[in-house]
């Protein structure tokens, strides 16, 4: 690309122009849990993005049929490589291969990076309160790791999450959650399990996420935080209603859903 | 892939692709008033239904089809007939 065409091209993450189809290999793979794989990928001419966007990832079958799905973006906006984390669904048609089969080496297509909606920059500045539920964390995970790779920026900015997942073994990153969590300046975590019985010692909560726990481990709303829900929608509108109803301005409160049921 | 009449289990977010096949801006942040209730937010927050031939984006507030997107043989078909309006926002604005 000469300097002129990258004046002329968009910044990462607006809109213009049509979104192309790009190859992408992957180069690793990596089991997060039982269901979730980490896949890094090499993806000539990536345009880079913004934490909490998504690509559609495309399968074409050796008989041309295509599968097509849309996963959020793990890495942060200046890693080197783009990963996605992926978890596997019973009878989909994308994520089995992608979490279960893909190796090094592997190609398919992707188009990105989609949606200026459900992102985050630190630039922000406001307080960040994040809301996971099950592999919702993926978005949130590429803004508290592109907070994390900010600096003094990123300390500067407030940050929550509180994430909760079936059971301790359904929790991705979670040596990287308590690593981030003890760094000077690190963000608050906190977890929750909503199906298995907390083993010894945990510290976290053992409930869906409700009102009485949004008021215990997120960010006052008196703070004016910008809040990012994102996990299965029964859960997604469940706490969206709460943070209304604990006075969370609505205006900063984005949510993304995703679906375990018939999609994948 | 979900078909229409089930509970939808994604969101315009999903759609954003589709959506920048059809826009020349992205639409997931642009704000969109349904007509059937009045309301506005980005299309970010409809609900999605069916996506590989098209798609279904229903205001979560009234049910109500507000933007529809198919898929042909000559093309894409866009029915905006749920949208009194759409803005397509500033990128520079964030």
Request: proline share 8%; aromatic share 6%.
């Amino acid at each position: 690309m000469t300097a002129t065409e990258a004046a002329l091209r968009p910044p990462a993450g607006a809109g213009g122009r049509r979104l192309a189809w790009r190859p992408a290999e992957v180069v690793e793979r990596m089991a997060e849990t039982r269901r979730a794989t980490t896949l890094v990928l090499d993806v000539p001419g990536w345009p880079g993005h913004l934490a909490g966007q998504h690509v559609d990832v495309r399968l074409t079958a050796e008989d041309g049929y295509q599968a097509q799905r849309s996963y959020s973006i793990a890495s942060p906006p200046k890693a080197p490589r783009l990963a996605l984390t992926v978890e596997r669904l019973e009878g989909g048609e994308v994520s089995p291969w992608l979490a279960g089969e893909a190796r090094p080496g592997d190609r398919f297509e992707l188009r990105g990076p989609i949606g200026g909606y459900f992102t985050w920059s630190v630039a922000m500045s406001r307080p960040l309160m994040l809301v996971a539920g099950g592999s919702g964390v993926v978005p949130l995970m590429a803004m508290l790791r592109h907070r994390a790779a900010s600096g003094d920026a990123g300390r500067a900015v407030h940050a929550r999450l509180l994430y909760s997942a079936r059971a301790v073994a359904d929790i991705i990153y979670h040596q990287e959650l308590q690593r981030l969590s003890v760094e000077p300046g690190g963000p608050e975590i906190n977890l929750t399990l909503t199906r298995e019985r907390p083993p010894d010692g945990w510290q976290g909560f053992d409930r869906r996420i409700d009102a009485p726990t949004l008021a215990a481990a997120g960010v006052a709303p008196e703070m004016d935080p910008d809040v990012y829900v994102c996990g299965p929608t029964p859960m997604v509108e469940a706490v969206a209603n709460a943070l209304v109803g604990l006075g969370y301005e609505p205006a900063r409160i984005r949510t993304e859903r995703f679906g375990p049921t018939g999609e994948g | 892939m979900s078909a229409e009449g089930e509970r939808s289990t994604l969101d315009g977010n999903a759609a954003g692709g589709l959506l920048r096949e059809v826009f020349a801006f992205d639409a997931t942040v642009a704000p969109t008033t349904c007509v059937g209730c009045g309301r506005t937010r980005p299309m970010a927050e409809l609900m999605l239904y069916a996506i590989e031939l098209g798609a279904i984006l229903r205001c979560p507030s009234c049910d109500q089809p507000v933007v529809r997107i198919g898929r042909t043989s000559r093309g894409l078909w866009l029915d905006l007939r749920g949208a009194t309006t759409v803005v397509a926002a500033d990128p520079a604005t964030p």
